[in-house]
C-alpha cells in the first residue's frame, strides 16, 4: 500500500465522511487531478487558431501546483464555473516547503491540519493541548508496537531452551520428512 492510500485511510478513519458518503478530506497527486470548468477556450489545429468557444472542459485542477501531494477538504458551492457537480476538493495544504521544494507525506501533518480547519476558533491553549495530547497518544502506540515485537512468545522460548525445531521452508517436505 503506498503511503498516500494509508494516509487516506487514517483521514477518514479519524474524519469520517459526509451524508452522501464522500470523504471529507483526502491525499491526492497534484499532476493526476481534473475538474470540469465553464469557460472561454482557445480552439487550435496544431498552432494554428480556429476559434474561441464558450463550454465545459475537463481541464487540469492545479496548472499551478507541479509533482505535489495536496491535502483536499470536501466543501459544498455553488460556483457556476464549476456546473457538474455542487461538491469539490479544495486544497488546504501542499507538501512543498517554502522555496517550493516537495516534502514528504507526514500522517502528523495531515491530522493537524485537518484538525484546525474544523476547528478554527480554537484558542492557542486548546491547540496546544490538543497536540500534546496527540503526541502522547502516538508515542503510547509507538512503545506498544515495540513491547509487541519485542515480547518473546512460546516459540521463541522453546527455541532457546533448546526444546523446538525449525524446519527450512525451502527443503521439500519429504526430506524433512525422512530426517525427523
Given at each position: 500500500?503506498?503511503?498516500?492510500k ?5 483521514l477518514?478513519?479519524?474524519f ?7 470523504v471529507r478530506?483526502q ?6 487531478q481534473?475538474?470540469k470548468?465553464?469557460g472561454?477556450?482557445n ?6 487558431y ?5 463550454g ?7 496548472p499551478h501546483?507541479?509533482?505535489r501531494?495536496?491535502l483536499?477538504r470536501?466543501?459544498y458551492?455553488?460556483n457556476?464555473e464549476?456546473p457538474?457537480?455542487r461538491?469539490s ?10 522555496k ?5 507525506l507526514?500522517e502528523?501533518v495531515?491530522?493537524?491540519?485537518c484538525h484546525?480547519?474544523?476547528n478554527p ?9 490538543f497536540?500534546?495530547d496527540?503526541n502522547?497518544?502516538?508515542f503510547d502506540?509507538e512503545?506498544k508496537y515495540f513491547?509487541?515485537?519485542m ?5 521463541a522460548e522453546?527455541?532457546h531452551d ?8 525451502f527443503e ?5 520428512c525422512k530426517?525427523?
Amino acid at each position: 500500500m503506498t503511503e498516500a492510500k494509508r494516509l487516506n485511510l487514517i483521514l477518514e478513519r479519524r474524519f469520517g465522511r459526509d451524508l452522501s458518503g464522500n470523504v471529507r478530506f483526502q491525499i491526492s497527486w497534484s499532476d493526476s487531478q481534473t475538474e470540469k470548468r465553464l469557460g472561454t477556450y482557445n480552439v487550435f489545429y496544431g498552432s494554428i487558431y480556429l476559434k474561441t468557444e464558450k463550454g465545459v472542459r475537463e481541464v487540469p485542477k492545479y496548472p499551478h501546483i507541479k509533482g505535489r501531494f495536496v491535502l483536499e477538504r470536501l466543501i459544498y458551492h455553488s460556483n457556476p464555473e464549476l456546473p457538474i457537480s455542487r461538491i469539490s476538493y479544495e486544497p488546504i495544504y501542499v507538501f512543498e516547503d517554502s522555496k517550493g521544494n516537495s516534502l514528504p507525506l507526514s500522517e502528523k501533518v495531515a491530522i493537524i491540519v485537518c484538525h484546525t480547519c474544523l476547528n478554527p476558533s480554537m484558542s492557542a491553549a486548546q491547540k496546544k493541548a490538543f497536540f500534546e495530547d496527540w503526541n502522547e497518544k502516538e508515542f503510547d502506540k509507538e512503545v506498544k508496537y515495540f513491547e509487541d515485537a519485542m515480547d518473546e512468545g512460546s516459540v521463541a522460548e522453546r527455541l532457546h531452551d533448546r526444546d523446538g525445531i525449525i524446519l527450512n521452508p525451502f527443503e521439500k517436505k519429504e526430506e524433512q520428512c525422512k530426517t525427523n
